[in-house]
């Protein structure tokens, strides 16, 4: 499974940027998708995650300012941030848990979206 993530780059604060993040390969179905990020000599923190069904969950730092969506028909996990702040800046990775044969699951990770957003 690859997932290829775009629509990072550099945005003014207050400023608004969409991700999207497409699954392929051999996938019977996604589970869970999630958007991760990683600032400069910090951990890897969750942003925000859906479930297939499409429940959703947020970090507390981004409630109210970002939105997680998916397209089960494109396999593709979409996050909407807008009122950006300078502490947004990282590297955004997708997730996303999905089977690949009707007895295998696993973890996947995208490569990365570098946000960078200035004051």
């Known amino acids: 499974v690859q997932l290829q993530a775009s629509g990072g780059g550099l945005v003014q604060a207050r400023g608004s940027l969409r991700l999207s993040c497409s699954a392929s390969?051999?996938?019977?179905?996604?589970?869970?998708m999630g958007w991760y990020r990683q600032a400069p000599g910090q951990q890897r923190e969750q942003v925000a995650g859906?479930?297939?069904?499409?429940?959703?969950n947020y970090a507390d730092s981004v409630k109210g300012r970002f939105t997680i969506s998916r397209d089960n028909a494109k396999n593709t996990v979409y996050l909407q941030m807008n009122s950006l702040k300078p502490e947004d800046t990282a590297i955004y990775y997708c997730?996303?848990?999905?089977?690949?044969?009707?007895?295998?699951?696993?973890?996947?990770w995208g490569r990365g979206t570098l946000v960078t957003v200035s004051s």
């Open positions: 997730n996303c848990n999905a089977l690949t044969s009707l007895i295998t699951s696993g973890n996947y």
């Open positions: 390969g051999r996938i019977l179905r996604i589970n869970d």
């Open positions: 859906i479930t297939s069904g499409g429940n959703t």
